[in-house]
């Protein structure tokens, strides 16, 4: 049974830090693991993602230097680092993983709920001004 399991979510101020974890087990091969987030009323969208062979990272414009993605692979886990909250990062976070891509396939891929197969429940992240 594949199951990913999210955790770090909460209430924090502007420019405060959070960090995620998402862990995974039962899985057979992932390529890539990315993190997503959902606010209200607006399309789920990517946010930043990790290769599982060799590393490599992407991130949307809206969170590049603030966010970092890490993994540690004897864990099966995955974090993002989030530093200098804004209140446009308030969303519901999930983090989902593909097995149909690979980091090759560029960044707009990589960041597409559509070629990601197994989610996790998500975690709220609340940002308050």
């Known amino acids: 049974q594949v199951q990913l399991v999210e955790s770090g979510g909460g209430l924090v101020q502007t420019g405060g830090s959070l960090r995620l974890s998402c862990t995974a087990s039962?899985?057979?091969?992932?390529?890539?693991t990315g993190w997503f987030r959902q606010a209200p009323g607006k399309k789920r969208e990517g946010v930043s993602c990790i290769s599982s062979s060799d590393g490599t990272t992407y991130y949307s414009d809206s969170v590049k230097g603030r966010f970092t993605i890490s993994r540690d692979n004897e864990k099966n886990t995955v974090y993002l680092q989030m530093n200098d909250l804004k209140p446009e990062d308030t969303a519901i976070y999930y983090c989902a993983t593909s097995s149909r891509i690979t980091s090759r396939s560029g960044r707009d891929y990589s960041l597409s709920p559509y070629w990601h197969d197994y989610w996790g429940q998500g975690t709220q992240v609340t940002v308050s001004s």
């Open positions: 039962g899985f057979t091969s992932i390529y890539v």
